[in-house]
């Protein structure tokens, strides 16, 4: 199995641009999660959907963050408009019920100069 | 309070050493526990499952304190490939819901 997959694995963007990153959970995994990695914060929840449906979407920041996951194989977190505080890893994972690990892709570096 | 809280270290130690996290949970009602490891510019990956009666894998012991709301992690006879940062994380949800919580993460550094 590939695992989840990320991309695309680094962005360098510009203040005010939309970013949109991808993520393929790993087939069969019916839970797929949104993290967002910084030194000062840890890893922080964005959100997370069960069977494409969000289910909690809490740690999203702000409207300018938005989430799809429009079929089981596939997921986007998009970014409109794009700050330079946004810079961060952005993990995806993917889980199925009943398990009790999460598997994470690599990982989406953004950079918003 | 912060929801789930660890030592950020980092922790030096030298081969052979045994090396000890701990970490502590706001939320009395989480539901299951977990150690990950995260090595340097890498995702994180489960390295255990913590159980109340407490578990060992290896080299590897965690416990869990329910009533203390208090995880640790042990690793005795450390070595060189145990280089990295380890995450204590909460299942804060239950039922159908999976909610995890991580902590800012221990940094262990193991010399020769």
């Known amino acids: 199995d590939a695992g989840v997959i990320q991309s695309p694995r680094h962005e360098v963007t510009e203040m005010g641009q939309e970013v949109t990153l991808r993520c393929k959970p790993i087939?069969?995994?019916?839970?797929l999660f949104w993290y967002r990695q910084t030194m000062m914060r840890g890893l922080e929840l964005l959100i997370y959907?069960?069977?494409?449906?969000?289910?909690?979407d809490s740690g999203m920041p702000e409207d300018r963050f938005s989430a799809k996951m429009p079929n089981a194989s596939f997921s986007t977190l998009k970014i409109q408009p794009s700050e330079p505080r946004d810079s961060a890893v952005y993990f995806c994972?993917?889980?199925?019920?009943?398990?009790?690990?999460?598997?994470f892709g690599q990982g989406t570096r953004l950079t918003v100069v | 309070r912060k929801e789930v809280e660890q030592d950020p270290g980092p922790f030096n130690v030298p081969e052979g050493a045994t090396v000890a996290f701990n970490c502590t949970y706001s939320?009395?009602?989480?539901?299951?526990f977990f150690w990950y490891r995260q090595d340097c510019r890498k995702e994180p990956k489960l390295l255990m499952s913590?159980?109340?009666s407490g578990n060992e894998d290896g080299r590897f012991t965690a416990q869990l304190n329910r009533a203390s709301q208090y995880i640790s992690l042990l690793i005795r006879d450390s070595k060189l490939s145990d280089s990295a940062t380890y995450l204590c994380?909460?299942?804060?949800?239950?039922?159908?819901?999976?909610?995890?919580?991580f902590g800012k993460g221990t940094l262990l550094t193991v010399n020769p």
């Open positions: 994972a993917s889980r199925v019920t009943g398990s009790t690990e999460a598997f």
């Open positions: 087939s069969g995994h019916n839970s």
């Open positions: 959907f069960n069977n494409n449906v969000p289910i909690d």
């Open positions: 939320n009395s009602a989480s539901q299951s």
């Open positions: 913590v159980y109340s």
């Open positions: 994380v909460v299942n804060q949800s239950g039922g159908s819901n999976y909610k995890l919580t």
